[in-house]
């Protein structure tokens, strides 16, 4: 006969980890975990897999989750809006590492030189995280820019964001390189008149 669960939905879960339940906490990641962690595989790609690991991304998703929870600072109206939002912190985060590494462009020798001459690397990184109010501010952002893209101008950039070309992103959607290219100025065009907007 198997033990009976305390807690059934996820609002009932998330009452009891207001009230200070750690049980709560953990029965929430173990219910998403897993489904969170291949969405971040899916979005880091085979690129980046040996350079951006998805568990440490899920792990700072629940962090900046648990932390605005505790604070009652998420409304959660409908039964699937908890795992929607852990969905878009997922993918938030995600896209940030994938965004950072690009832009780095590190070589693996220098990395392994870096990190042999700086010991402390780790620690610092973990330091300088933004707080999870900075996160949340800018995953609001990012969401608000991204309801200006079509459908079609969203899955190419976040393709761009993971490395692919625009030749590999027209073989993939079925189009062509120059309509590609176009789409990404264009996304480009509508980020600087986003930004003057914003300012």
Known sequence: ???????????????AY????????HILFD????KLLRLAQRRIGQRLASRIDP???IQSAFRTFFVHLRKNNFTFAQESDLF???VR????????QIAHHRAA????QREIIHALEDRDLSEQLVSHEPPPEAEVMLLEEMERFLRRLSPFEQQVLEMRLQGYSST?????LGTYDRKIRRVLERIERNARDYASEST
């Open 89 to 96: 912190l997922t993918v938030h985060k995600t896209l940030r």
């Open 84 to 86: 929607k939002l852990l």
């Open 168 to 172: 590999e992103i027209a073989r993939a």
């Open 18 to 25: 207001q009230a200070g339940s750690d049980t709560a906490a």
């Open 55 to 57: 568990e440490d991304i």
């Open 105 to 108: 462009k590190r070589d693996p």
């Open 1 to 15: 006969m198997s033990t009976p669960q305390p807690f059934g939905n996820d609002h009932e879960l998330v009452a």
């Open 31 to 34: 219910r998403y975990c897993e």
